[in-house]
């Protein structure tokens, strides 16, 4: 992913359970998000906001992203959590039910009041949103937004789409995620997997992620980490092509040609800034 660092498992972490935020740091997530809003009850907030800069110091080290997710404009803990974001210091903060660029711009706003100017990631997780996603990915400049979000499970609640067979549903609107999130330069995360038993069905969907363009997937359980950096990373296939990409065209007698032949197929210098990113990811 040129221009970010890998985000293939992205775990979220209640900020209120103070055992998981301890174990998180050693699980090789490649980004952690402290979470203020949907896993933590109303009455414990306050709690968890003021213990939230504790538990993003825990982490440094661990060679993760360390975000945190605030609650969502318009509710009663967004101001208090949007203040708070300077002192908590995350390197990303999570805004939650974005619904379009003014909704994006005026949480940004909030938070460059209260001195926090970072980098924000986005969540896509109700019909309007998906509606709007050409206008939020016009906007991300100015709100410095780096990731797109897919809320798969607010979204296949507000589409009032049945259990069996509400990831085929979603397709549609994931595809339309990940197009936004390359058209403005952001990564796209694919939504949880809420099964966190089901190793199996939470492979394959992982791998159908990946084949849709995600760039990792968000998780709800330690035990997805390992499975989601797996499946997100390129294969021993698509990596013998990159080499093989990378040496046709860094041989002198393809000096200067803009399309070459490699395994009988033509290659073009897009296919060298693909191999070059493959194999970047896999150092990762």
């Not at 990631?121 to 016009?138: D, K, N, Q």
């Not at 259990?163 to 609107?173: C, D, K, L």
């Not at 989601?228 to 990378?246: C, G, I, K, M, S």
Request: charged share 20%; hydrophobic share 55%.
């Amino acid at each position: 992913m040129s221009g970010h660092a890998p985000l293939r498992s992205v775990l979220f972490v209640p900020a209120d359970r103070a055992r998981a935020i301890e174990k998180a740091a050693g699980l090789g997530a490649d980004a952690l998000i402290l979470d203020l809003e949907d896993a933590i009850a109303p009455e414990a907030k306050s709690a968890a906001r003021q213990a939230a800069r504790g538990a993003l110091e825990s982490w440094r080290g661990a060679g993760a992203v360390r975000a945190v997710r605030i609650n969502a404009l318009g509710t009663d803990g967004f101001e208090a959590d949007a203040a708070a974001c300077a002192d908590i210091a995350p390197d990303a903060v999570v805004i939650p039910k974005v619904e379009g660029a003014a909704g994006l711009m005026a949480a940004r706003e909030a938070l460059d009041e209260g001195g926090y100017r970072g980098p924000v990631w986005a969540m896509i997780e109700t019909p309007l949103a998906v509606l709007r996603l050409a206008e939020i990915a016009a906007a991300a400049e100015d709100a410095r937004l780096q990731a797109l979000i897919a809320g798969t499970n607010d979204l296949s609640a507000l589409l009032r789409l049945p259990p069996e067979g509400a990831r085929a549903a979603m397709a549609p609107h994931l595809a339309a995620i990940v197009l936004a999130a390359r058209a403005c330069g952001a990564a796209a995360l694919d939504g949880v997997f809420n099964a966190h038993t089901d190793a199996d069905g939470f492979a394959a969907e992982a791998r159908a992620g990946r084949a849709m363009g995600f760039d990792g997937k968000t998780l709800i359980h330690p035990s997805q980490v390992g499975p989601a950096n797996a499946a997100f990373a390129p294969t021993e296939a698509e990596l013998d092509w990159a080499r093989a990409v990378q040496a046709a065209f860094a041989d002198p007698a393809n000096a200067g040609k803009g399309a070459i032949p490699v395994r009988g197929e033509m290659a073009e210098r897009l296919h060298l800034d693909r191999a070059r990113a493959m194999l970047k990811a896999a150092q990762s």
